[in-house]
């Protein structure tokens, strides 16, 4: 019986480390997904000037 839960302990474990793993990756998308964002907010200018380049004028 000892030895059943201890397999158990160990499959929950794993499980976790998957969930956590999917979870970093997820952060890390979406990390990235926002720097594009912002890369391309920079080419357009800041979008409360009306995104053209020619604010500063």
Not at 16 to 40: A, C, D, G, I, Y
């Amino acid at each position: 019986e000892e030895e059943e839960e201890e397999e158990e302990e160990e499959e929950e474990e794993e499980e976790e480390e998957e969930e956590e793993k999917e979870e970093e990756e997820e952060e890390e998308e979406e990390e990235e997904e926002e720097e594009e964002e912002e890369e391309e907010e920079e080419e357009e200018g800041p979008s409360w000037f009306g995104g053209t380049k020619d604010y500063e004028n």
